[in-house]
T-cell receptor, first 113, second 111 residues
């Protein structure tokens, strides 16, 4: 009964490839996020979606395209992968307006070689 | 501004208390959180405090908030080896859809 689940957990791919990471939440939340955690463990917000609508795009390259087919899903597609994209990507969800915490997935470790 | 700063490392002996500090710059934060990240895992919420409170106690955890100085701390009493992890403070900004995370403090508990 995982609240926020991401797939895959690990992803190793070559430079230039296109890849997707999927995220699903079963908490009934209306807001979902993608965060990037770099090798120094710094966590930066990338995107935020509320009710399938893009709310925040924190100066992320156009190669990253999130898609939210419904409130429970937020997928991340990355085109033309670069070495610098190697990181752990975390999906999270929360209910806007209730000021409760964000619930995080287990992360997807992306390695670009 | 939206910077949230923490010291990067803290080492304590088992049984001692740990104090992890955090400073933030955005005065419009509504809630402040402490998350724990164990190796290879996601972030797990430990506790949170509403911005109009100055203290919250939850078993071994004590959160202190000094809103004037924009300073948040997490005290872990009787620290155990299982507490070794990275601890992130985070703030939610009123009216926005984001949580801003600190730089993380890596706590190492020595047996």
């Amino acid at each position: 009964d995982t609240a926020v689940s991401q797939t895959p957990k690990y992803l190793v791919t070559q430079m230039g490839n296109d890849k997707s990471i999927k995220c699903e939440q079963n908490l009934g939340h209306d807001t979902m996020y993608w965060y990037k955690q770099d090798s120094k463990k710094f966590l930066k917000i990338m995107f935020s979606y509320n009710n399938k609508e893009l709310i925040i795009n924190e100066t992320v390259p156009n190669r990253f395209s999130p898609k939210s087919p419904d409130k429970a899903h937020l997928n991340l597609h990355i085109n033309s992968l670069e070495l610098g994209d190697s990181a752990v990507y975390f999906c999270a969800s929360s209910q806007f307006g209730q000021n409760t915490e964000a619930f995080f997935g287990q992360g997807t470790r992306l390695t670009v070689v | 501004g939206e910077d949230v700063e923490q010291s990067l490392f803290l080492s304590v002996r088992e049984g001692d208390s740990s104090v992890i500090n955090c400073t933030y710059t955005d005065s419009s934060s509504t809630y402040l959180y402490w998350y724990k990240q164990e190796p290879g895992a996601g972030l797990q919420l430990l506790t949170y405090i509403f911005s109009n409170m100055d203290m919250k106690q939850d078993q071994r955890l004590t959160v202190l908030l000094n809103k004037k100085d924009k300073h948040l701390s997490l005290r872990i009493a009787d620290t155990q080896t299982g507490d070794s992890a990275i601890y992130f403070c985070a703030e939610s900004i009123a009216g926005t859809y984001k949580y801003i995370f600190g730089t993380g403090t890596r706590l190492k508990v020595l047996a």
